[in-house]
């Protein structure tokens, strides 16, 4: 029966050893989701987004050139040889500040979207033409 005990407290021990593993895996795996959800979510519903700004002349030019290339694409004019210059333009000023790239970034997947999904998927365009608006200043939506 001596030989017992060392065996015993060996096995408790293991399986002790493992419960302390098992808890820092989940616990790991826990933070990672979280961390992980809180980048995914307000990508997904648009939060934390912040407007192109109006205070520079850079950032005007922008938020104005975005709605009006918005609304030449509304009316399937973006492909015109005259708006090439200005597509340049506005390009060129939403490059100047972070939020400016984000405002040109969500323009372009309208773009794309409409090329590829007008006829198949509304929902879907009206969906990038919401986040092209939570781009712009309230002033130019």
């Not at 987004?49 to 609304?71: I, K, Q, Y």
């Not at 009316?75 to 340049?88: C, I, M, T, V």
């Not at 781009?135 to 939506?141: E, G, N, T």
């Amino acid at each position: 029966m001596v030989d017992d005990a060392p065996d015993e407290a060996t096995a408790r021990a293991a399986l002790q050893g493992k419960r302390v593993a098992l808890g820092v895996v989940m616990t790991a795996a826990v933070a990672f989701i979280l961390a992980t959800a809180l980048h995914v979510i307000p990508a997904v519903f648009g939060a934390w987004v912040v407007p192109v700004g109006t205070d520079a002349p850079g950032e005007a030019n922008c938020a104005l050139g975005l709605r009006n290339l918005e609304r030449a694409l509304d009316r399937g004019d973006l492909a015109s040889p005259s708006l090439a210059g200005e597509r340049e333009v506005v390009e060129t000023a939403c490059a100047q500040t972070p939020e400016g790239l984000e405002a040109w970034a969500s323009f372009e997947r309208l773009r794309v979207g409409e090329e590829q999904l007008k006829s198949r998927d509304p929902g879907a365009v009206a969906q990038l033409k919401r986040d092209l608006a939570t781009h712009l200043p309230s002033d130019s939506r």
